[in-house]
């Protein structure tokens, strides 16, 4: 996942997408290169139009928190009096 990130950091910052500035990203960060990895996102992203994927991406959107009904508090003051 940290090559994704590294790409789309270099896309974020205008900077091109090649093998040598995803191994410095993914260098800088610590963490081992493995160059198989990096030639193989480097020509999976050679033909894709990164803006378009990301606004083609699902967005997940949180569901609302139930807010609590007039008729629970009702019943919980029963509840107590007993």
């Known amino acids: 996942m940290e090559y994704v990130y590294a790409a789309l950091l270099l896309h974020k910052e205008k900077k091109e997408i090649n093998e040598a500035n995803i191994s410095n990203i993914i260098k800088a960060s610590g963490a081992e290169v493995n160059e198989a990895q990096v030639k193989a996102l480097v020509a999976a992203l050679a033909d894709v139009n990164i803006d378009e994927a990301i ?14 009904t007039a008729g629970g508090a009702k019943e919980e003051k029963k509840e107590a009096e007993t």
Not at 55 to 68: D, E, G, I, R, T
Request: charged share 5%; net charge positive.
């Open 55 to 68: 606004k083609a991406a699902p967005v997940a959107v949180a569901a609302p928190v139930a807010a609590p």
